[in-house]
């Protein structure tokens, strides 16, 4: 499959997704909370010292424990600027503090720490080691925490964050799984090092990921170094989230944030912003979440990528008009569009694997729309076929964007060569037998949502999922038997396996009215019947195999309203193992894994 602007596209509005599941997600708001609060009890003594001082607080949520630093008095561009000569890794050895020589390599000799965020390591370097002593288990490597780790800060406060993520990356067991890796969150934190530590963070696969820098239209702070420095050597690493009131983008290529930070930041328009602006800012986001031009998605990418562009620097706060594109913003543009083109030519070169990383992303915002419609009470099949929520319109840009790559996909690895019984890698069919699990369900929804619709299998299913399915059943055929206590135990966070469960109840439904009919014929009636006969065993052979998930059984879903039109049909006298499991609520105990 050759690389196309589409593809360069496609991958170009990741940035937008990502910064809509980050938006979606509550740490931002926690994460400003934590440091709120540390602010909050600051002493006016501490408030008025001239002398820098760092503090942290511990907090433990539901779902994270996070760890907020913040500096005293409140740190301003002073501060920054004066201690802002970098310091190398030679010195940091030379004045016996060789913390971070970890990040040293045959390839990458030397790097660079912003020096203001150095010293006041050091300087603190007993309570921080306590700090770590407290959350982490040096004999182990593990972290002793029962949630997700979120080290958070703001301004220099975010500095001593990445420094001390950093510390305990190093420090944690190489096997931890990434979801149980810290997760670094700045707020306004300026850079922190050179070149040399972004290669060196980035040479580490799981590591640039754990940072997420949070970077206010027209704070000074953030690109501080890069305005003020006729040649700076400072880089970024990790993932900059980029936000104003208006909305928001995740950049994660360094020269791209390099150029942003740059370009968001003019002597008129500096400020100096403080968590409680961070905060704000989060507040309005979450309930606004990201303005876009929703017309323009699904449709197909013209030649040039500048209209995208322009629709995501206006999203984090550039003014820019027809009338007023000034020389700066069309440079920053024109270097944009050659940089996304030469990133789309280096992508022949890359492997097939990383480029089914690309479309994971799109994958979390399914899974995160998921999980918030249960939590909602309703599953999300019935959620996007009726439209219930705000958010069921996005899902549509995600499903085209996944259904587009795995079609692509499945047409290419069909027509090369193959050994007998293996079309595609047990990688990819691992990923695509997920997609498939979790996007046909929606285009089956789109499709009975048109009146009159019927049998999906023969006029509405695209030939891609029939493949994907027969080569994961060829796969899989050797494996096949009873559930196992593993699979029980999991039912509740499955997809259900059978992509195509959701026509079969639309299916029966149908059958259902079919048979309250009086007009319908006689053929019509016993066409029907046979259907339901078939379909009753069908869903029980599922229910014992834990194939379903158990979300078919709420209250809204599509299948509870088949099993209420089906009760007032039957004869009081019928008896099935599935009527006995629904009359019973045995799905209660199915849920558990304990049916």
Known sequence: MS??????????????????LVVNADLLQLSCDAIEDLHAETSPHQQLSSTLSLRHKLVQQSNCTIIAFATSPLCT??????????VSSSTLKEQKFPLFDFLRSKGNPSFSILGVAVNLFKAYFQELSQLKDQIHDSTTEELLVNSRLIVSGHSLGGTIASLFTLWLLDNIK?????????????????????????????????????????????????GIFITSQPNPQYMPFGTYFFCSELGCNCVEDPEVVSWLLKSTITPVSAEEMGI????????????????????????????????????????IGFEITAQQQNNIINDLISEWERHENRKAQQMKAIDPNEKLNIVKIRMANLEWYKKDCKAKGVGYYDSYKNLYFTRDGEVTKHKKVLFDYWKNSVEDFERKPQKEGAFMPETWLFAGTNYRRMVEPLDIAQYYKQTGKRDYLTYGRSRHYILLEQWQKEQTEKLAG???????????GILTEDSCFWMKVEEALISCKLLRDETSSTSEKQSAREFLNIFEQYVMDQINNYAVSPEIFLEKSSFTKWW????????????????????????????????
């Open 174 to 222: 190489k096997t931890t799984r990434r979801n149980q890796l810290p997760f670094c969150i700045t707020f306004g934190s300026p850079l922190i090092g050179d070149q040399g530590l972004q290669r060196a963070i980035s040479e580490h696969s799981q590591w640039n990921s754990c940072f997420l820098h949070v970077a206010a239209f027209k704070d000074l702070s953030p």
């Open 3 to 20: 690389i196309s602007v589409r593809d360069t596209f496609s991958r170009f509005i990741s940035g937008l997704d990502l910064a809509d």
């Open 564 to 595: 209420k039109d089906f009760q007032e049909i039957i004869e009081t006298s019928h008896n099935s193992p599935l009527t006995d499991f629904m009359k019973n609520r045995r799905y209660r105990q199915y849920e558990r894994g304990q049916f």
């Open 77 to 86: 561009k002073d501060h920054i600027l004066q201690g802002g000569d970098l």
């Open 482 to 492: 009873p559930p196992n206590d593993k699979k029980k135990q999991s039912v509740a």
């Open 276 to 315: 409680d602006d961070y905060s704000g800012i989060v507040k309005h986001l979450k309930s606004r979440l990201i303005m876009k031009d929703n017309s323009q998605l699904g449709q197909p990418v013209t030649p040039s990528l500048r209209p995208e562009m322009i629709l995501q620097l206006k999203a």
